[in-house]
């Protein structure tokens, strides 16, 4: 078994859809970043990589690299669950715990996590998703961001 957990933070911004999980959650903002800013795929996304002991998402996905502007995260993460299944590992199960302010994330949960089962290619029994916020402290407190942390646990497979 190897255990690996992630972080992720990005900016919200006008002109941008809000995407988390892979799933557009209405609000007037979005995430920005060099993806299309899906803190919680990213987030996963490199527990997963740290399980696999390579690395951060920078190495595999560098910001400057034209080629993955505007990628979706979605892409991102079935990129390295490719690299999962390839070293003999399969998900065990992922915790994931999203920090915001706004906007209310508590009525999307279970549509984040189908859509994370979906894209990991689990059963949601193996996915569990949580939302917090900062009670007003700190940039997420003020609405400027949205963070997420995920612990992943892989198995041999």
Known sequence: M??????DAHRLVAGRPLRLGGVEIPHP????????GDVLLH???SALLGALGEGDLGRHFPS??????????????ARVMAQVRARGYALGNVDATV????PRLAPHLDTLRGALADLLGVDSGRVNVKVTSTDHLGAIGRGEGIAALAVVLLEAA
Do not use: F, K, N, T
């Not at 190897?2 to 972080?7: A, E, N, T, V």
């Not at 903002?29 to 299309?36: F, M, Q, T, V």
């Not at 400057?64 to 993460?77: F, K, N, R």
């Not at 920090?99 to 706004?102: C, K, N, P, S, T």
């Open 29 to 36: 903002r979005g995430l920005e970043g060099h993806s299309d």
């Open 99 to 102: 920090v915001a302010q706004e």
């Open 64 to 77: 400057s690299d034209p080629a993955l502007a505007g990628i979706a995260s979605g892409e991102i993460v």
């Open 2 to 7: 190897r255990i690996g957990q992630g972080i």
């Open 43 to 45: 987030a996963i996304a």
